[in-house]
């Protein structure tokens, strides 16, 4: 599950950075995919450190009355632009001072390398399966790590246009296992669509 809407009046591409708690729509949409999944056997439900992500689980293990755990992989992914207005027309991209960060976008140069968000992010998701076997897991992070983690077991490449991304806020990217063999991918957006370019989601 990907975190729900961030209260954030300037903008900015905030990353990693402390203090940033879901706006009064967040808080909402957290509740709405609560019980959406109401009727579900959730056993275990696990988030990344950072305090939208475990804010957005709350109403869930309430629900279903559990205890949050927390995974410092589910985090989001490192960024060199972090506090920065990076959206188009911004002009943050355009500046010379930038540049060495943009030399390589398949890597990417400006953040933390795909292949290291897709292999955290797999060890995360194969602990909560192994902790709810026979039942299921949730497992809150982010929109990069979480995109990221699906192009990988699709076996695509993993640099991407972020203006493509599918993974909305509060939306539930949901991996099928049979015994320990993935089966399926399945995609909901149980609060509507949300567009990936606006920074600051």
Request: aromatic letters at 8%.
């Amino acid at each position: 599950m990907r975190h729900g809407e961030v209260y954030n009046p300037q903008g900015i591409l905030y990353g990693r950075l402390p203090g940033f708690r879901l706006s009064g729509a967040g808080q909402q949409q957290a509740k709405l995919v609560a019980e959406f999944l109401a009727d579900h056997d959730i056993v275990h439900v696990v988030a990344s450190p950072l305090e939208r992500a475990q804010q957005t689980a709350r109403p869930l293990v309430e629900s279903h009355q559990l205890e949050l755990a927390i995974d410092d992989r589910l985090i989001e992914s490192e960024n060199k632009f972090e506090g920065l207005r990076v959206a188009v027309g911004d002009g943050a991209l355009r500046s010379p001072a930038h540049w060495p960060k943009l030399y390589n976008p398949f890597r990417p140069s400006w953040g933390e390398p795909y292949f290291k968000i897709a292999h955290r992010m797999l060890g995360a998701v194969q602990r909560a399966r192994a902790i709810a076997t026979g039942h299921e897991a949730v497992v809150v992070s982010h929109q990069l790590p979480i995109w990221t983690l699906r192009r990988f077991l699709e076996g695509r490449r993993l640099w991407h246009d972020p203006r493509r991304r599918q993974c909305s806020l509060a939306s539930l990217t949901s991996l099928v296992f049979e015994d320990e063999q993935l089966v399926r991918i399945r995609y909901a957006e149980p609060v509507g669509k949300t567009d990936p370019r606006v920074t600051g989601a």
